[in-house]
T-cell receptor, first 113, second 112 residues
């Protein structure tokens, strides 16, 4: 059983550029979450999908952020017009309808120069 | 507002020196409390889920307990490989769909 995978693992970009991250959840999990973590802090919730439906978005998710899960399998998180404050670790997690536990991927570390 | 506070922020132990990490929470209806371990540059690794006061879970040198206001992660005779950041998170019954609210973590360093 493979865990949650995320690509790329690292991304360096210049301010103003767009970036896209991908998350592949555990195969039988229908729930998918995105979190953001900055140095020395715990992860902060960004958004939640159940199958292909985006059911919750945090106030942290500005208009420059968009997430999709088109077929209820993998998900993408896009950041448009990146800012230096977007530099963080972006974490994806998934869970099954059978249990509450969320399993995290290795994260994508974004650095905006 | 739902909130999680972890203490201490950092803890240094000698190998074999047992100790406890604290997670205090305020939440409007607890659905679950979760402990994760996070190594530098990696995603959180699931350890335990606790659902009700009085519940306890054990795994190797770790034991998690839960009261109505806080949870403890007890580490017995730690080894250097237990060095990591330990994260506590809660899931609220009124806080929306399933999202986790995390504390800032406790950075544990175990020295030989």
């Amino acid at each position: 059983d493979t865990g949650v995978s995320q690509n790329p693992r690292h991304k360096i970009t210049k301010r103003g550029q767009n970036v896209t991250f991908r998350c592949d959840p555990i195969s039988e999990h229908n729930r998918l979450y995105w979190y953001r973590q900055t140095l020395g802090q715990g992860p902060e919730f960004l958004t939640y999908f159940q199958n292909e439906a985006q059911l919750e978005k945090s106030r942290l998710l500005s208009d420059r952020f968009s997430a999709e899960r088109p077929k209820g399998s993998f998900s993408t998180l896009e950041i448009q017009r990146t800012e230096q404050g977007d530099s963080a670790m972006y974490l994806c997690a998934s869970s099954s309808w059978r249990e509450e536990t969320q399993y995290f991927g290795p994260g994508t570390r974004l650095l905006v120069l | 507002e739902d909130q999680v506070t972890q203490s201490p922020e950092a803890l240094r132990l000698q190998e074999g020196e047992s100790s406890s990490l604290n997670c205090s929470y305020t939440v409007s209806g607890l659905r679950g409390l979760f402990w994760y371990r996070q190594d530098p540059g990696k995603g959180p690794e699931f350890l335990f889920t606790l659902y009700s006061a009085g519940e306890e879970k054990e795994k190797e040198r770790l034991k998690a307990t839960l009261t109505k206001k806080e949870s403890f992660l007890h580490i017995t005779a730690p080894k250097p490989e237990d060095s990591a950041t330990y994260l506590c998170a809660v899931q609220s019954s009124s806080g929306g769909y399933n999202k986790l609210i995390f504390g800032a973590g406790t950075r544990l360093a175990v020295h030989p």
